[in-house]
């Protein structure tokens, strides 16, 4: 166990070390100076109030079972950080290897981290055993009655009562003008509908919802929910025959409680929806079903099958009539490693194990995250509808292959497209549930059992349609068919029956050498649909990833996002998973050189522009509105999405930074960001380049002028200026289309535009009105907006001042927007500085009574920048002085490596084997010695002015009466005697002059500025 100090308390031990990706020491010491005891469970204690299924009963037995498991779980947490770092340092090693024999990423012989064993034996990645894709394997326990069947399964959160209702119901809900086929196969099938009550991925876990969650679950297994709505006085509750039968997905292993913590140790989130469910609802066998999410491999399945053996033997020790045995889980094959061993979880949870599923968007991200450090790898791209036709075949064989053959329950994954409205004829429903027939088909002829939906409405449809399918393999298609063409528009008749009756796609044979790669979707080089770094890619992840960022901060976990398909507008549902596929889609372009940061930035910023001031038209539509409940998270979402597709070394998952802001003293901090970071400055730090680059592109708006003047470290006033009024007239649109329309409302301003039009925002309505008129007859006729600083001005000052600019001529107006956009930037600089370096230097300039000053700042390859200070001009020159003996060592020690030439080497020696008469005499003087200060001459050497030529360097060996040089000699025994010495650098760039027979120079001068 790790040992953490933390100020005010003793040493406490981190009994779960793989909990610091989430809770830092700084966050975790935060928590526990809030937290208060738990009244009635001894040394835990808790961030907020207790309700629900939490008592102190259930709350003992949640920290009886963590004791028993936190060891285990300990072990297989660990074993992932380790497995990452092989993982990552394996397949490095491996794109070197292919690179240097010049292998394709689609060749068999391309080398990645499949089969690699670590120091302890263990295969991390891929297959253990030949057949793991084949059929055969003991059985798996006898299913129970309530399981049994085909599973068409709603997945959401049970937090909020209504929608709780709606999912339990959801048989019953019936689109208007439904064809009369569905009631009719729905009459003769028996399936039970089943309601996935996610904790996991579509829920922010929040204490207060969570709580919610786990009363809402138990009232819907006991049948007892209802909830009358406060406005209209509707009563929601719960029907009395074909309900839905929930399965609980608890979250994942990685994720801990923010809010209760036991020993000074956050409690695992899933133990804590595990087995406070448990506790409750211990006496009802079908409660007594999980979906487990984010198993990576067999180690992982034998901690869960000790957490069910142990929670049970705890429950019946308190319950003697208690049927060990009873609990149930259904996997979710979510990650790359997982599938591959499949026929070893099951066996590790062996008598539990019922079924599995595919999450493929986990799948996909998780495969993105194995094959980071590969520039070769592409995940399929999110806005292609038919990923799951077209890429998840082979772990759809796999599935019905292993799981099926074992007797388990085969659920495909998520068909997570929906419609705009619920008009069965128009574009978007017909659409959708084009896609939808083809999505569930497929999974039908790849013999799966079962698929996710993502909307209730499609319940009743899945139902029947598995029905159809069932009658249709006995021979009669009739059903079948007259179902697909009453739902379907004539026009797509003949395209789904073609595809409905014809074969799958053709899948790789399993002995082919790809075959495991095919299995990930680890083998393609670029989507056929759109190219990952295409622009319109980046921005629809980036459009997505922003609203779904926002709106979990806001407490939701799952929201269904406007997209286009086809040119149709459509809805997708997104939750954490989909998140996560779209971080790591573009994470990868930007890593890998493929798509510019600048770019990213710039597209980031725009799609920001767009959801504030809601520009939805008929092809793009804000879903998350900017608005008083998104209106704190929005720019806090820019943040983490930019840190989550930008960082070098990215988080292992998105949770890792978005956790901390469940806590409810950052979440009602006015600033969360702000908040956050002042408790753990490191967790969500940003590069500077890019925050630099952010605050540039704030202050003005323009590509160009934030990706030059990002390079500074300082602002540059004059720089500045000068971009601005150099602009040209697209420079200007694009600068001005960031900046807010005069007479704008305030809601659609951001807090700078709002600031500086404060005095139009209190004038009278009949102004504003005005001036946005005659804003628009002056972007009429000069094609672009009235731009002028606002600050201090009134409505009625902006007003006489449009009015007599639009009098001018084009040219004139141009230059005018020039100005005003820098006077406009120009206040922001200095209102808002990006640091107090430029007001720090000047006031030393003061204090000291320094007449003149220049300093230079290097913060990377190319990137300097010249500050002038005082009566310092950028023409005024100053010597480097001992600079260039920093600059100077580091060039020669890196010269002589590349000769292969050691530093113990005699000088004289090296002079003798050139052209050069000059020796000092001396053998024992070497390399080091030069650049040591430890036996030569000359204390300073004097420079030359700049408007003399430099004589060459051999001019000062022997003396130069001219610039007041003495001869260079020895005076110390070498390396005995620190004295400080500019001869030794004289020496060294003559030495390497005399062996290049070229100018230091020529040498140095970097290559694009010869």
Same mark, same amino acid.
């Given at each position: 166990?790790?040992?953490?100090?933390?100020?005010?308390?003793?040493?406490?031990?981190?009994?779960i070390?793989?909990?610091?990706?989430?809770?830092?020491?700084?966050? &975790?010491?935060?928590? !526990?100076?809030?937290?208060?005891p738990?009244?009635?469970?001894?040394?835990?204690?808790?961030?907020?109030?207790?309700?629900?299924?939490?008592?102190?009963?259930? +709350?003992?037995?949640?920290c009886?079972?963590?004791?028993?498991?936190?060891?285990?779980?300990?072990?297989?947490?660990?074993?992932?950080?380790?497995?990452?770092?092989?993982?990552?340092?394996?397949?490095?090693?491996?794109?070197?290897?292919?690179?240097d024999?010049?292998?394709?990423?689609?060749?068999?012989?391309?080398?990645?981290?499949?089969?690699?064993?670590?120091?302890?034996?263990?295969?991390?990645?891929?297959?253990?055993?030949?057949?793991?894709?084949?059929?055969g394997?003991?059985?798996?326990?006898?299913?129970?009655?309530? !399981?049994?069947?085909?599973?068409?399964?709603?997945?959401?959160?049970?937090?909020?009562?209504?929608?709780?209702?709606?999912?339990?119901?959801?048989?019953?809900?019936?689109?208007?003008?439904?064809?009369?086929?569905?009631?009719?196969?729905?009459?003769?099938?028996?399936?039970?509908?089943?309601?996935?009550?996610?904790?996991?991925?579509?829920?922010?876990?929040?204490?207060?919802?969570?709580?919610?969650?786990g009363?809402?679950?138990?009232?819907?297994l006991?049948?007892?929910?209802?909830?009358?709505?406060?406005?209209?006085?509707?009563? #929601?509750?719960?029907?009395?025959?074909?309900?839905?039968?929930?399965?609980?997905?608890?979250?994942?292993?990685?994720?801990?409680?923010?809010?209760?913590?036991?020993?000074?140790?956050?409690?695992?989130?899933?133990? #804590?929806?595990?087995?406070?469910?448990?506790?409750?609802?211990?006496?009802?066998?079908?409660?007594?079903?999980?979906?487990?999410?984010?198993?990576?491999?067999?180690?992982?399945?034998?901690?869960?099958?000790?957490?069910?053996?142990?929670?049970?033997?705890?429950?019946?020790?308190?319950?003697?009539?208690?049927?060990?045995?009873?609990?149930?889980?259904?996997?979710?094959?979510?990650?790359?490693?997982?599938?591959?061993?499949?026929?070893?979880?099951?066996?590790?949870?062996?008598?539990?194990?019922?079924?599995?599923?595919?999450?493929?968007?986990?799948?996909?991200?998780?495969?993105?995250?194995?094959?980071?450090?590969?520039a070769?790898?592409?995940?399929?791209?999110?806005?292609?509808?038919?990923?799951?036709?077209?890429?998840?075949?082979?772990?759809?064989?796999?599935?019905?292959?292993?799981?099926?053959?074992?007797?388990?329950?085969?659920?495909g994954?998520?068909?997570?497209?929906?419609?705009?409205?619920?008009?069965?004829?128009?574009?978007?429903?017909?659409?959708?549930?084009?896609?939808?027939?083809?999505?569930?088909?497929?999974?039908?002829?790849?013999? +799966?059992?079962?698929?996710?939906?993502?909307?209730?409405?499609?319940?009743?449809l899945?139902?029947?349609?598995?029905?159809?399918?069932?009658?249709?393999?006995?021979?009669?298609s =009739?059903?079948?068919?007259?179902?697909?063409?009453?739902?379907?528009?004539?026009?797509?008749?003949?395209?789904?029956?073609?595809?409905?009756?014809?074969?799958?796609?053709?899948?790789?044979?399993?002995?082919?050498?790809?075959?495991?790669?095919?299995?990930?979707?680890?083998?393609?080089?670029?989507?056929?649909?759109?190219?990952?770094?295409?622009?319109?890619?980046?921005?629809?992840?980036?459009?997505?990833?922003?609203?779904?960022?926002?709106?979990?901060?806001?407490?939701?976990?799952?929201?269904?996002?406007?997209?286009?398909?086809?040119?149709?507008?459509?809805?997708?549902?997104?939750?954490?998973?989909?998140?996560?596929?779209?971080?790591?889609?573009?994470?990868?372009e930007?890593?890998?050189?493929?798509? =510019?940061?600048?770019?990213?930035?710039?597209?980031?910023?725009?799609?920001?522009?767009?959801?504030?001031?809601?520009?939805?038209?008929?092809?793009?539509?804000?879903?998350v509105?900017?608005?008083?409940?998104t209106?704190?998270?929005?720019?806090?979402?820019?943040n983490?999405?930019?840190?989550?597709?930008t960082?070098?070394?990215?988080?292992?998952?998105?949770?890792?930074?978005?956790?901390?802001?469940?806590?409810?003293?950052?979440?009602?901090?006015?600033?969360?960001?702000?908040?956050?970071?002042?408790?753990?400055?490191?967790?969500?730090?940003?590069?500077?380049?890019? +925050?630099?680059?952010n605050?540039?592109?704030?202050?003005?708006?323009?590509?160009?002028?934030?990706?030059?003047?990002?390079?500074?470290?300082?602002?540059?006033?004059?720089?500045?200026?000068?971009?601005?009024?150099?602009?040209?007239?697209?420079?200007?649109?694009?600068?001005? =289309?960031?900046?807010?329309?005069?007479?704008?409302?305030?809601?659609?301003?951001?807090?700078?535009?709002?600031?500086?039009?404060?005095?139009? &925002?209190?004038?009278?309505?009949?102004?504003?009105?005005?001036?946005?008129?005659?804003?628009?007859?002056?972007?009429?006729?000069?094609?672009?907006?009235?731009?002028?600083?606002?600050?201090?001005?009134?409505?009625?000052?902006?007003?006489?001042?449009?009015?007599?600019?639009?009098?001018?001529?084009?040219?004139?107006?141009?230059?005018?927007?020039?100005?005003?956009?820098?006077?406009?930037?120009?206040?922001?600089?200095?209102?808002?500085?990006?640091?107090?370096?430029?007001?720090?230097?000047?006031?030393? !300039?003061?204090?000291?009574?320094?007449?003149?000053?220049?300093?230079?700042?290097?913060?990377?390859?190319?990137?300097?920048?010249?500050? #002038?200070?005082?009566?310092?001009?950028?023409?005024?020159?100053?010597?480097?002085?001992?600079? =260039?003996?920093?600059?100077?060592?580091?060039?020669?020690?890196?010269?002589?490596?590349?000769?292969?030439?050691? &530093?113990?080497?005699?000088?004289d020696?090296l &002079?003798?084997?050139?052209?050069?008469?000059?020796?000092?005499?001396?053998?024992?003087?070497?390399?080091?010695?030069?650049?040591?200060?430890?036996?030569?001459?000359?204390?300073?050497?004097?420079?030359?002015?700049?408007?003399?030529?430099?004589?060459?360097?051999?001019?000062?060996?022997?003396?130069?009466?001219?610039?007041?040089?003495?001869?260079?000699?020895?005076?110390?025994?070498?390396?005995?005697?620190f004295?400080?010495?500019?001869?030794?650098?004289?020496?060294?760039e003559?030495?390497?002059?005399?062996?290049?027979?070229?100018?230091?120079?020529?040498?140095?001068?970097?290559?694009?500025?010869?």
């Open positions: 166990m790790d040992t953490l100090p933390t100020e005010g308390l003793r040493p406490m031990k981190r009994s070390s793989y909990y610091r990706d989430y809770i830092s020491d700084a966050y &975790l010491s935060h928590l !526990l100076k809030e937290a208060t738990v009244a009635g469970v001894e040394n835990l204690v808790q961030i907020g109030q207790t309700g629900g299924l939490e008592n102190a009963q259930s +709350l003992s037995f949640l009886e079972l963590y004791e028993k498991l936190e060891g285990d779980l300990n072990k297989v947490l660990l074993q992932r950080i380790k497995d990452r770092k092989f993982i990552d340092e394996r397949t490095k090693a491996s794109v070197a290897f292919n690179k024999w010049k292998r394709d990423f689609l060749s068999p012989e391309y080398r990645t981290v499949f089969g690699l064993e670590d120091g302890d034996g263990r295969i991390v990645m891929g297959p253990k055993r030949a057949d793991y894709h084949a059929a394997g003991k059985p798996v326990a006898a299913i129970p009655e309530y !399981l049994q069947g085909n599973h068409v399964t709603l997945f959401g959160p049970p937090d909020n009562a209504k929608l709780s209702i709606n999912a339990m119901n959801a048989y019953h809900r019936k689109l208007k003008d439904e064809p009369a086929i569905v009631e009719e196969l729905l009459s003769t099938q028996k399936n039970t509908p089943k309601w996935g009550a996610d904790d996991e991925d579509s829920k922010t876990p929040l204490r207060a919802d969570l709580i919610s969650a009363e809402n679950l138990t009232k819907c006991d049948g007892e929910l209802s909830i009358t709505d406060e406005v209209t006085g509707k009563k #929601y509750e719960l029907v009395n025959e074909k309900r839905s039968h929930p399965i609980k997905r608890f979250p994942g292993l990685a994720l801990p409680s923010f809010f209760l913590f036991y020993k000074n140790n956050p409690l695992p989130l899933h133990l #804590y929806d595990f087995a406070l469910h448990l506790f409750k609802n211990w006496h009802n066998p079908e409660a007594m079903v999980f979906y487990v999410p984010k198993l990576e491999n067999e180690e992982e399945a034998r901690y869960i099958r000790i957490m069910l053996e142990t929670a049970e033997k705890m429950i019946n020790k308190i319950h003697p009539e208690y049927k060990i045995g009873t609990i149930r889980v259904m996997i979710v094959l979510e990650n790359p490693r997982a599938v591959f061993r499949t026929h070893e979880i099951m066996d590790e949870l062996y008598p539990y194990f019922v079924g599995a599923s595919l999450g493929w968007h986990d799948y996909l991200a998780s495969t993105a995250r194995l094959f980071k450090e590969d070769n790898y592409r995940i399929p791209v999110k806005a292609d509808p038919d990923i799951v036709i077209k890429y998840i075949k082979a772990s759809h064989d796999l599935l019905a292959s292993v799981v099926g053959s074992r007797g388990g329950v085969k659920v994954g998520m068909y997570g497209i929906l419609p705009v409205t619920n008009d069965l004829m128009g574009p978007s429903f017909q659409l959708t549930i084009k896609g939808y027939i083809r999505d569930v088909i497929t999974q039908f002829k790849r013999d +799966l059992t079962g698929f996710w939906v993502a909307h209730p409405d499609f319940v009743r899945g139902l029947a349609l598995v029905e159809a399918w069932n009658i249709h393999k006995k021979g009669d =009739s059903k079948l068919n007259t179902m697909v063409t009453s739902l379907l528009d004539k026009k797509y008749h003949q395209e789904v029956l073609d595809f409905i009756h014809g074969p799958d796609i053709e899948g790789l044979n399993k002995n082919d050498p790809m075959y495991a790669r095919s299995l990930i979707v680890a083998d393609i080089k670029e989507s056929n649909y759109i190219a990952n770094n295409h622009p319109d890619e980046i921005r629809y992840n980036v459009f997505q990833s922003l609203q779904y960022i926002t709106d979990w901060l806001s407490g939701n976990g799952c929201v269904a996002l406007p997209t286009q398909i086809a040119g149709v507008p459509a809805r997708v549902m997104d939750d954490l998973a989909t998140a996560e596929r779209s971080r790591w889609e573009v994470w990868h930007i890593h890998h050189g493929r798509f =510019s940061l600048e770019d990213f930035l710039r597209i980031a910023h725009e799609e920001l522009h767009f959801i504030r001031k809601d520009k939805s038209n008929d092809k793009k539509i804000v879903q509105k900017w608005d008083e409940r209106d704190k998270w929005y720019p806090l979402a820019f983490l999405m930019v840190k989550l597709m960082d070098p070394e990215p988080v292992e998952f998105a949770t890792q930074l978005l956790l901390p802001f469940t806590i409810e003293s950052v979440r009602n901090a006015a600033d969360p960001w702000k908040a956050a970071t002042l408790i753990d400055p490191m967790k969500f730090k940003v590069s500077d380049k890019i +925050l630099r680059f605050y540039y592109f704030e202050m003005c708006g323009n590509l160009s002028f934030a990706e030059t003047l990002s390079k500074n470290t300082a602002v540059d006033l004059q720089h500045a200026q000068h971009l601005i009024m150099n602009f040209d007239k697209a420079g200007i649109l694009e600068a001005a =289309s960031f900046h807010g329309d005069i007479g704008e409302g305030k809601k659609t301003l951001d807090k700078m535009a709002s600031s500086e039009q404060a005095k139009v &925002l209190s004038e009278d309505q009949k102004i504003k009105t005005e001036l946005i008129e005659q804003g628009k007859n002056y972007l009429n006729k000069f094609g672009m907006k009235f731009l002028i600083s606002a600050k201090d001005k009134t409505g009625v000052e902006l007003l006489a001042a449009l009015k007599e600019r639009f009098n001018n001529s084009e040219t004139q107006e141009i230059q005018n927007a020039r100005a005003a956009l820098w006077e406009i930037t120009k206040k922001r600089l200095l209102a808002h500085p990006l640091n107090q370096l430029s007001e720090n230097l000047n006031l030393a !300039l003061s204090k000291h009574k320094i007449n003149g000053a220049q300093i230079s700042i290097m913060n990377g390859r190319d990137q300097l920048q010249n500050i #002038y200070l005082g009566s310092a001009q950028r023409e005024t020159w100053f010597e480097m002085a001992s600079l =260039s003996k920093t600059v100077g060592s580091a060039f020669a020690i890196e010269y002589f490596k590349n000769k292969n030439i050691p &530093l113990t080497t005699s000088v020696k &002079l003798s084997q050139t052209a050069s008469d000059f020796r000092l005499n001396d053998p024992r003087v070497d390399l080091t010695h030069l650049m040591s200060h430890s036996a030569l001459n000359m204390h300073y050497v004097n420079g030359v002015p700049a408007d003399r030529k430099m004589p060459p360097i051999q001019d000062f060996l022997k003396g130069n009466a001219d610039y007041n040089y003495p001869p260079v000699k020895v005076i110390n025994t070498p390396g005995e005697v004295q400080y010495s500019g001869a030794g650098f004289v020496v060294l003559h030495l390497i002059e005399a062996i290049e027979k070229k100018s230091i120079f020529e040498l140095t001068i970097c290559p694009r500025h010869k």
